[in-house]
């Protein structure tokens, strides 16, 4: 194998003289990396067993510009051959370089004799072989050109500008003087001048960049010279053609990295492996699942785009949409604004009709009350026979006078009233005595007749769209008939209640619901122009349709109930049996619709139903007043104590028939407890124990019994009556022991069938078997 020396490739850079068309570029080293052609300095290719003689081009050395030329020729005569030398001598070869600052320069050259005839071969026949690919020019014509140029400059008798710096080097001056034609060229000697000063700064960078240069050089030199090997290599090659078998099989064994088996490689293990595969494996099918929801997904949202397409497409213009929606927007808007604004009006004629009847309300009450109070008290004065004067009259005020003659003035002309009518059968105190005088009655008709003229001028000045319950609901049709999706995801239905609650209330101004004559609810306006809009309503199984069934409802416990409540705890008079025969009747009303709808009692419901329980009690509390007195004083049925007795126990009666008229609005222990408990307990029977034993007293009883509701008997079936009763029928049972004699037989009779009727069965059949009335055990027992 030959020896390759050290070899070194650098750029050279390209010069301005004439000089450079004459050189040839190939004879300077390449960049590195980049195939170099053999000049005149290479005799051949390194190949086979030749020996090649290669100049080791010297280290370039930056200057202050930065960069360095490396000259590289041979000097040879024309037209001399190389040869080896007998005595083995060394090849003359000069490496002359020449820069800006340079300490020297290297040369080394290398030959062997045993080999010497081989490569003079090998190299002509490369030279051959190679001059027909890339013409190279030898080292004779080179030589030629320099020495023409030569010529050129004397006789033009210049100096060149472009010149280099004489070597300062030993080795330089000897080459020179060696061999005269080794010296370059006038024109790359530059002319010597005092160099210039450098500052600090330049000489640290110049240093620096030295420094950094030569680093990255001596680390590419390594890379370079193998690539330059390489390059070589296939180079001979590519010449040889296949001839030098040996060559190319060592360049590519170059190439190829040889295996180490020292190196140590984990064990393989069959399970390890298998468990790596079913990891993949899982990994595998996790990524394909969550692959296969997303196409789902994909799938699904492409179906739904499609409907959705669809849809559009088949339904109305867009254009029409948004004006029907915005139409409706403005609509909603103007229409509340329009409700707020007149609320407060709405609220103030309320008040003011409120106000009017409770004022009313009040004056009845209050008249009531005073008027048992001095009747009470003339009463007992009448019974004191030291308070009374000596010719036998009574010392009272005149304010107690003149209250006394009005009452009987009243009573004078009821009795005339029932008189004309044919009404014999009436008893004193079971009339409501709500007579008013025509002035009073005057100045209330003109109020509440300022109050509705007032009504009718709130929406004098608003459109029927905005006012007219009708028009209102019929928009809300045409939007549920139009585009339902939207309606019933607006929940309409929830807030149509909301919206005509004004409205309503405007209409129930001069409603009272205490009067006989007041017009049901069912044949209001706004009751029949909600059914009408309820009615209208599609069931559909895939919307909640629920909340328009509801709507009528909903207005009665946002709007009727409470006015219904309102009138219940401040206006009605539960001695009044007109007033409370109305006003069950418009509860009655309401619970069926309540009941159409919802199975439960809401909080307005049971609001109203607590407020006519506690005003009962109360009407118990302060209206109930009968007196008792010594038996001396009512033996005798036309004296004033025996009349005022007994008007004040029909009024009682009168209250215990209202308050079981309520039968089926209120639950059967709220009307036992009040009406029983409290009423007929307290009040009636002591009464009744406490007067004379005759045909009053079962009359009373028997008109006691016809007011109690015959469902509370209806499930008795240990023949005993309900509990509350057991006072009464202990008054029945002294009441026929003290009858008992041949003239008030029938009065007997009478109690017996009264105890048939509260199902106090065994009560009934003591006293038959007692008094023998066989007639009697036939009818108890068919019950």
């Known amino acids: 194998m030959a020896h390759r020396p050290k070899r070194t490739f650098r750029q050279r850079q390209a010069q301005s003289s004439d000089s450079d068309d004459a050189e040839d570029p190939s004879a300077e080293s390449g960049a590195p990396g980049e195939p170099s052609a053999p000049g005149p300095q290479e005799e051949g290719p390194p190949s086979g067993g030749a020996r090649a003689e290669v100049a080791e081009l010297p280290r370039r050395a930056r200057g202050p510009r930065g960069r360095g030329r490396v000259w590289a020729s041979s000097r040879r005569a024309p037209g001399v051959a190389p040869r080896a030398d007998s005595s083995g001598g060394q090849e003359p070869r000069t490496a002359d370089l020449s820069t800006d600052e340079e300490d020297g320069a290297h040369h080394s050259s290398g030959s062997n004799d045993d080999h010497s005839s081989s490569s003079d071969s090998f190299s002509s026949l490369e030279e051959k072989e190679s001059s027909s690919i890339v013409r190279i020019p030898d080292a004779a014509f080179i030589q030629a050109a320099r020495r023409k140029r030569e010529l050129a400059r004397a006789q033009d008798d210049y100096i060149s500008l472009d010149v280099k710096h004489n070597s300062t080097t030993p080795d330089t001056k000897r080459n020179s003087d060696e061999d005269p034609e080794s010296e370059p060229d006038d024109y790359e000697k530059r002319i010597p001048f005092t160099p210039k000063p450098q500052t600090l700064r ?25 690539i330059w090997e390489q390059q070589q290599m296939r180079k001979a090659v590519k010449i040889t053609e296949g001839r030098d078998i040996d060559l190319s099989h060592s360049s590519k064994s170059q190439t190829v990295k040889k295996f180490d088996a020292s190196i140590s490689f984990p064990p393989v293990n069959l399970e390890v492996i298998k468990k790596q595969l079913n990891n993949r494996l899982t990994l595998l099918q996790d990524t394909h699942r969550s692959h296969q929801r997303e196409y789902e997904k994909y799938i699904q949202d492409v179906k739904s785009s499609k409907s959705t397409i669809e849809n559009l497409e088949n339904s109305s213009s867009q254009a029409a949409n948004y004006k029907f929606y915005k139409s409706m927007k403005i609509y909603v808007e103007n229409i509340i604004d329009c409700l707020n604004e007149k609320m407060i009006n709405i609220q103030e004629i309320e008040s003011s009709m409120h106000a009017l009847l409770l004022k009313q309300a009040m004056t009845l ?20 026979k030291a308070e009374t004067s000596t010719n036998g009259s009574l010392a009272i005020d005149e304010k107690s006078q003149c209250i006394l003659e009005d009452i009987e003035s009243r009573r004078i002309q009821r009795r005339q009233a029932r008189a004309l009518s044919g009404n014999h059968n009436h008893q004193e105190g079971t009339s409501s005595d709500d007579e008013l005088s ?10 509440q007749g300022d109050i509705l003229q007032d009504h009718k ?15 209102i609901l019929l928009k809300f049709q045409q939007w549920r008939e139009k585009f339902p999706d939207s309606y019933y995801d607006a929940f309409i239905g929830l807030c149509i209640p909301k919206l005509l609650n004004p409205l309503i209330r405007v209409q129930l101004l001069d409603w009272n619901p205490l009067k006989l004559d007041s017009i049901g609810l ?6 029949t122009c909600i059914e009408e809009f309820m009615d209208n309503s599609v069931e559909d199984a895939k919307r909640d349709t629920s909340f328009d069934k509801k709507i009528l409802s909903s207005v009665i416990n946002k709007t009727v109930i409470p006015r219904l409540t309102d009138f219940v705890e401040c206006i009605w008079d539960p001695l009044s049996t007109s007033q409370t025969t109305s006003l069950i009747n418009h509860c009655r009303v309401i619970l069926e619709e309540h009941s159409t709808y919802e199975n439960e009692v809401n909080k307005s419901q049971q609001d109203l139903l607590k407020s006519i329980a506690s005003r009962m009690k109360k009407a118990i509390e302060d209206d109930v007043f009968i007196p008792l007195f010594p038996k001396s004083a009512v033996e005798n049925e036309t004296s004033p104590h025996s009349k005022f007795q007994e008007r004040q126990f029909w009024s009682a009666l009168k209250l215990f028939r209202n308050i079981l008229l309520w039968n089926g609005v209120l639950s059967d222990n709220t009307l036992q407890e009040l009406g029983l408990g409290k009423l007929l307990n307290r009040y009636l029977i002591i009464a009744l124990l406490n007067a004379i034993p005759g045909p009053d007293v079962v009359k009373k009883c028997n008109q006691i019994v016809v007011c109690l509701p015959e469902k509370w008997f209806e499930n008795c079936a240990t023949r005993t009556s309900i509990p509350q009763l057991e006072n009464f029928i202990q008054l029945l049972l002294q009441s026929a022991h003290k009858l008992s004699g041949d003239e008030f ?18 009560q009934a059949e ?12 036939s009818l108890i027992k068919e019950v």
């Open 365 to 384: 009450m209050k008249r009531r009350q005073d008027e048992l109070k001095h009747e009470s008290a003339y009463l007992q004065q009448l019974s004191r």
């Open 766 to 777: 003591s006293l038959t078997e007692e008094y023998h009335l066989d007639h009697l055990k």
């Open 522 to 527: 069912k044949q209001m306006p706004w009751f």
């Open 457 to 471: 001028k709130v929406f004098e000045d608003v459109h029927d769209d905005f006012c007219n319950i009708q028009n």
């Open 438 to 447: 025509s002035a009073e009655m005057t100045n209330f008709q003109k109020s």
């Open 745 to 762: 037989r029938n009065e007997v009779k009478e109690i017996i069938l009264i105890l048939v009727k509260i199902k106090a069965l065994h």
């Open 202 to 226: 330049q000489r640290m960078t110049e240093e620096t960049t030295s420094r950094n240069e030569e680093t990255s050089e001596d680390s590419q030199e390594d890379e370079n010279r193998d």
